[in-house]
């Protein structure tokens, strides 16, 4: 019987150690490959007839010519997006994109208006950012649409031989940007949102052109991100932001394409009205108002520093809000025609509009 | 020392005051040579432009000619300590953990110059004092121990600068670190120099006060025991006095390449001579090619170009024309 019973027990043990074996294959197998086949099949059930009640008329194909020269054909309404670039995932937000929305560049978390406007932007997962795009991620993700900046144009290349819709973008300038604007509008069926988001900027460029005072324009020095020895050149979004103010910048001879390092010398031969700093810096008013070798300043001596507020998005560079950087400016330097109270209630309105969230007044900041 | 000898480095010291004086006149902010005449005898002149000249040009310059001299001196020591003529200061790890120290500052302490500066001095102290420490751990105390604990720090180092790089923010962190990198003397203020200038005299001082020893340290570990030096120990100063100067000039210039290894090249070639005389030489060499590299950093644009760009490509071909002179 006790020899029975020990050849039963074998194998009844062996049988659990065969079971156990298979079901921890399975759900290994099942680990991998479950998610990514079962979310899009739950989620687009959901949302695809939500979306086709709502928007009765149907999507007529439509080509795009991107920022590559690329010709691009769309032929259904987009509802997977991937925006790999911070300029489009917040031009999507003030699309009223958000929902569609299925992956975005990475650290999303730095930016604040994700948290304002869209805060479950958050939680998608990333794509990798401009230097490291995340390739498989994206695709894993199934998107009927990618948005990547043009500086990614071998994933756009490898992206579209997989047959997936991609638009390379480039939003460098307010022209680019507008481009960009009016090229995702028409790709996703929301031309009327982007007319009007563009419709806002060509009327405060005109209102700010009654405002500024041509005759008397002031020499403003704009100081970078790591340090106010390094300056916005001629040849930068931030040279068009200070001009629309009405203003000269000091460093616009100079023709980089990227932040140009000056010297304490070159800075005080400039001898700026005004000194910007721009969201985000590493150092602040104080340091440049501490520091002896700038006391001889014009902007110095009369207390002329103002650090850009940066509790949106940064608005000294060409994304969707970026108008605001140019109001502000246009309000510190003009501060008779345009005040700042007028101004912030611009803003609020502004992120009211298109971003559908209300503004902490407090932040705005000078 | 020889009249051969009096001559080149009299003659060394007459052109690198030249190029200094020279350089003085030259900057983006316009001062006449009116201006420094009056500077100089004292005559009142406007104070923006007295401050520009004491406070920030003459700063500038006596710090390119101290990273000259000091890069170049403690390059010269190095090749003869460790018996490589590739040898530069950064050999065990001095610059790598500067650099690795700035980039530190740079993305944690969201750091500003001084910060920076602080960190990068520290890093290259540090990175120095790991590679002796991992000599230790060897039982043969021979150079070439050195020599691989400073391939592991400057390894290591590396791999963390590029994990920090991979994180860092491409568009401000990203930028601030590659510019330190390829150093520039354009935040060169008088307090900095001053703050370094210690470091400097302590450091020079004493391999100057070595030289002897360092000479002997040239020749194989066992003569120079039985000249009855005691070689580790004259070695272990010899690289603390290096490191202090390198560490503190870069904390506040970042990195300046290839200075420290050609400088003592060129100034062996034309004394013919390998002793401390032509370290020294080679110290004026440097101050001289890096006075005329940063008075070209300063002016052929509006913005700053980095200072390691220029001495690149003033010192390479120097060396290559003074190589086809060999026979």
């Given amino acids: 019987m006790r020899e029975l019973g020990g050849f039963i027990m074998n194998i ?355 | 020392m020889s009249k051969k000898s009096f001559v080149q480095l009299f003659l060394a010291i007459l052109i690198l005051l030249t190029v200094s004086i020279i350089s003085i006149g030259i900057g983006r902010y316009p001062i006449s040579i009116e201006d420094i005449f009056k500077i100089i005898f004292n005559v009142e002149v406007d104070t923006t432009t007295r401050m520009v000249f004491f406070g920030l040009r003459l700063p500038r310059i006596i710090m390119a000619i101290i990273a000259g001299i000091g890069l170049s001196m403690a390059g010269s020591v190095y090749q003869t300590i460790f018996k490589n003529p590739l040898a530069t200061p950064d050999i065990i790890g001095v610059s790598s953990g500067a650099n690795l120290g700035a980039a530190v500052a740079i993305i944690y302490l969201s750091g500003g110059t001084r910060t920076i500066a602080v960190a990068a001095f520290v890093g290259g102290i540090i990175a120095v004092f790991t590679a002796i420490g991992l000599t230790r751990l060897s039982n043969y105390g021979g150079i070439s121990t050195f020599v691989l604990a400073g391939i592991v720090i400057g390894s290591i180092t590396e791999g963390l600068i590029m994990m920090m790089k991979f994180f860092a923010d491409p568009e401000k962190q990203l930028a601030a670190m590659e510019f330190w990198a390829m150093g520039s003397f354009a935040g060169i203020t008088e307090d900095k120099v001053i703050s370094i200038i210690p470091y400097f005299i302590i450091g020079i001082a004493t391999l100057i006060l070595l030289r002897w020893q360092i000479n002997i340290l040239s020749l194989n570990d066992d003569e120079g025991k039985s000249l009855g030096i005691p070689v580790e120990m004259i070695r272990f100063v010899v690289i603390i006095a290096a490191t202090l100067v390198v560490a503190s000039i870069v904390s506040v210039t970042g990195l300046i390449a290839f200075i420290g290894l050609i400088a003592p090249h060129i100034g062996r070639m034309i004394t013919k001579r390998n002793d401390f005389y032509t370290t020294i030489f080679s110290g004026l060499i440097g101050g001289i090619i890096l006075v005329i590299a940063d008075c070209l950093a300063r002016s052929l644009s509006s913005s700053e170009i980095p200072i390691s760009i220029l001495t690149t490509f003033i010192g390479a071909p120097f060396l290559a024309y003074l190589m086809s002179r060999q026979r």
């Fill in chain 1, 12 to 366: 009844l043990k062996r049988s659990i150690l065969i079971i156990l074996a298979i079901v921890m294959t399975l759900s290994i197998v099942g680990c991998t490959t479950k998610p990514e086949i079962e979310t899009p099949e739950n989620l687009e059930p959901v949302e695809e007839p939500e979306n086709e009640v709502v928007e009765e008329p149907k999507f007529e194909p439509i080509v795009i010519t991107d920022h590559l020269g690329r010709e691009v054909t769309i032929e259904e309404r987009p509802e997977r997006i991937v925006s790999g670039y911070y300029i489009t995932s917040s031009m999507l937000i003030a699309l009223g994109l958000e929902d569609n929305v299925v992956g975005i560049e990475a650290k999303a978390n730095s930016r604040p208006i994700y948290s304002l406007a869209a805060p479950q932007l958050l939680d998608l997962p990333n794509v990798g950012t401009a230097k490291e795009f995340n390739l498989e991620g994206c695709i894993a993700l199934e998107p009927d649409l990618v948005i990547l900046p043009i500086k990614l144009k071998d994933s756009v290349k490898s992206l579209e031989d997989l047959g997936i819709k991609v638009i390379a973008v480039n939003p460098e300038d307010m022209d680019l940007l507008k481009e960009t604007i009016i090229m995702i509008g028409k790709a996703t069926d929301n031309e009327d949102k982007a007319n009007e988001l563009i419709a806002y900027y060509d009327e405060k460029i005109s209102e700010i052109n009654k405002v500024i005072d041509v005759d008397n324009k002031k020499k403003v020095y704009l100081g970078g991100n790591s340090d106010f020895l390094s300056t916005a050149t001629g040849k930068m979004y931030q040279n068009y932001m200070i001009e629309t103010a009405g203003a000269i910048n000091v460093a616009s001879e100079i023709d980089d394409t990227y932040w140009a390092t000056i010297s304490y010398e070159q800075l005080l031969n400039y001898n700026p009205d005004v000194i910007i700093i721009v969201p985000e810096a590493d150092y602040t008013k104080e340091d440049i108002l501490n520091d002896e070798k700038l006391a001889p300043l014009t902007a110095v001596q009369n207390g002329e520093i103002y650090e850009m507020p940066e509790s949106f998005e940064a608005w000294d560079s060409p994304v969707p809000s970026g108008i605001l950087g140019t109001m502000w400016l246009t309000s510190i330097l003009n501060e008779e025609n345009y005040s700042f109270d007028t101004f912030k209630e611009d803003v609020a309105d502004f992120y009211n509009v298109f971003y559908n969230f209300s503004v902490d007044k407090e932040l705005i900041t000078k």
